[in-house]
């Protein structure tokens, strides 16, 4: 039956559900029309499919990072890379939302990232600085707290450590990483 018999016959085909590819290429047709607040939709049914779907994780955050929401941009490309850390153009998207938001030394999200980016290249005093500029700014910033103990426990600073998880648990008593993270503390 050819479309103008369903049109005559007053019945519309069936619409099939898409795929988790259909919805992030429908996401990435938006996003090339620079409608970016309608390919987040897509991307997200896309990752309610397959959550592990590093390349809707990584375009969702370009779609962000468009519309100027640029810690969650790297939150995705965060997500996009913890579940393949080979994808380069995720690791190139973070670098320019991070390079970005170093613009703004005022924003306590942006020392608290470049920071975790500095520990991931094991260059831990300059995280600890970047930790301490975050915190500076914003004394109530619970994963600069976080990432700030988890630092100090690396290099072996565990009552620093302590303190820190203790203050970050102090302004969310309810965050499971920073109560994981003191609980192994405690352990040592």
Same mark, same amino acid.
């Given at each position: 039956m050819g479309l103008f018999d369903w049109f005559k016959s007053g019945t519309a085909p069936m619409q099939k559900e898409l795929t988790v590819g259909e919805w992030n290429i429908k996401g990435l047709a938006l996003a090339a029309l620079c409608?970016? *607040?309608?390919a987040i939709p897509c991307f997200d049914k896309a990752l309610k499919i397959d959550p592990k779907y590093d390349h809707a994780l990584n375009n969702k955050g370009a779609a962000l990072f468009q519309l100027g929401r640029y810690a969650?941009?790297?939150?995705c490309y965060d997500k996009a890379l913890a579940i393949n850390p080979q994808v380069c153009i995720a690791w190139s998207n973070k670098g320019a939302a991070l390079d970005? !938001?170093?613009l703004c030394p005022r924003y306590?999200?942006?020392w608290n990232y470049k920071g975790a980016a500095l520990l991931m290249l094991s260059r831990t *005093?300059? $995280?600890?600085?970047?930790?301490? +500029?975050?915190?500076?700014? %914003?004394p109530q910033h619970v994963e600069a707290w976080h990432n700030k103990g988890n630092t !100090? +426990?690396?290099v072996g600073r565990y009552q620093e450590a302590v303190t820190c998880l203790d203050k970050a648990l $102090?302004? %969310?008593?309810? +965050?499971?990483a920073a109560q994981e993270s003191r609980g192994l503390i405690a352990s040592i």
């Open positions: 409608r970016h *607040q309608e969650e941009a790297i939150e970005l !938001l170093a306590a999200g942006a *005093q300059e $995280a600890l600085e970047c930790f301490d +500029n975050a915190l500076e700014i %914003d !100090l +426990n690396l $102090a302004i %969310d008593p309810r +965050n499971a």
